[in-house]
């Protein structure tokens, strides 16, 4: 049975009882990590998850606060004993960025004892890896920072990750909800969505239309900390066929096919 693990589920900023965006998607003999914001090796070992154990981290963009946490979980899983390979699938531009910082962080080839391998998402259209269809989709959630450096320089994703019991979308980070619009063109069983760069209606107008048995909202902006409540209402009033929950850290959520899951 395959479920996910909310590790963080803050937005761009510290906001207190939430760490920054990462999940864990388990399955039966595979872990993938979908982002590493910062404290994720932390919060991985509350909940007494093996930090040797990930086949592969993807990262969707090279934000701050959705790669914060990846040296210290690299080298939680060197201490830790690991020494099969880490495959760490990420936008091009990023590669040599991170290989550089984690030199600097003394976690470099000459240091860790295994093997880091970085795999670009413009490689392929689709990555078959453990059983999955990873198909990454670019967003437009870097346009204004490309507009201040060379254009199209950066690169934000969308995955949508298919298996034969499930399908699921993450996000990401993006421009508008538009962004999703390739991804959830066939059925979703869950779709973890954030909800801060456009006003949370502009998404939900643009989900009722889609097929999607469950909703779950990460990444909230700060001005609805405390607030949760009240925009789960909105939400849940305007997509009444699908089962919509907001994140919270160490929640999981059961995935099943035509479903959309259960959590606890």
């Given at each position: 049975m395959?479920?996910?693990?909310?590790?963080?589920?803050?937005?761009?900023?510290?906001?207190?009882?939430?760490g920054h965006s990462s999940?864990?998607?388990?399955?039966?003999?595979?872990?993938?990590?979908?982002?590493?914001?910062?404290?994720?090796?932390?919060?991985?070992a509350e909940a007494e998850f093996d930090l040797r154990s990930f086949n592969a981290i993807f990262l969707t963009h090279g934000h701050s606060d959705h790669t914060g946490g990846l040296p210290m979980l690299i080298q939680?899983?060197?201490?830790?004993g690991r020494t099969e390979p880490l495959t760490i699938f990420l936008p091009a531009e990023l590669s040599e960025p991170l290989k550089e910082w984690l030199n600097a962080?003394?976690?470099?080839?000459?240091i860790v004892p295994f093997q880091i391998v970085f795999v670009p998402w413009e490689s392929q259209s689709c990555f078959e890896?453990?059983?999955?269809?990873?198909h990454p989709a670019p967003t437009t959630h870097l346009v204004t920072l490309n507009r201040r450096s060379i254009p199209n320089r950066f690169k934000a994703y969308s995955l949508r990750i298919e298996h034969p019991d499930f399908r699921i979308v993450f996000s990401g980070d993006l421009g508008s909800p538009n962004d999703l619009e390739g991804q959830l063109n066939d059925h979703v069983d869950l779709l973890i969505t954030e909800v801060a760069h456009f006003p949370p209606a502009k998404l939900f107008q643009f989900l009722s239309t889609k097929s999607i048995d469950r909703v779950l909202l990460t990444h909230l902006p700060t001005e609805w900390t405390g607030k949760e409540q009240k925009l789960l209402k909105s939400a849940r009033e305007a997509l009444p066929a699908k089962a919509v929950t907001i994140a919270s850290d160490k929640m999981r959520l059961e995935?099943?096919?035509?479903?959309?899951?259960?959590?606890?």
């Amino acid at each position: 049975m395959a479920h996910i693990f909310v590790v963080g589920s803050a937005c761009g900023v510290p906001v207190p009882g939430r760490g920054h965006s990462s999940f864990l998607l388990a399955m039966e003999g595979s872990r993938i990590l979908v982002d590493a914001g910062e404290p994720c090796s932390r919060t991985l070992a509350e909940a007494e998850f093996d930090l040797r154990s990930f086949n592969a981290i993807f990262l969707t963009h090279g934000h701050s606060d959705h790669t914060g946490g990846l040296p210290m979980l690299i080298q939680a899983a060197w201490l830790s004993g690991r020494t099969e390979p880490l495959t760490i699938f990420l936008p091009a531009e990023l590669s040599e960025p991170l290989k550089e910082w984690l030199n600097a962080s003394y976690l470099g080839p000459d240091i860790v004892p295994f093997q880091i391998v970085f795999v670009p998402w413009e490689s392929q259209s689709c990555f078959e890896f453990y059983g999955l269809k990873v198909h990454p989709a670019p967003t437009t959630h870097l346009v204004t920072l490309n507009r201040r450096s060379i254009p199209n320089r950066f690169k934000a994703y969308s995955l949508r990750i298919e298996h034969p019991d499930f399908r699921i979308v993450f996000s990401g980070d993006l421009g508008s909800p538009n962004d999703l619009e390739g991804q959830l063109n066939d059925h979703v069983d869950l779709l973890i969505t954030e909800v801060a760069h456009f006003p949370p209606a502009k998404l939900f107008q643009f989900l009722s239309t889609k097929s999607i048995d469950r909703v779950l909202l990460t990444h909230l902006p700060t001005e609805w900390t405390g607030k949760e409540q009240k925009l789960l209402k909105s939400a849940r009033e305007a997509l009444p066929a699908k089962a919509v929950t907001i994140a919270s850290d160490k929640m999981r959520l059961e995935i099943f096919s035509g479903t959309g899951g259960g959590s606890s």
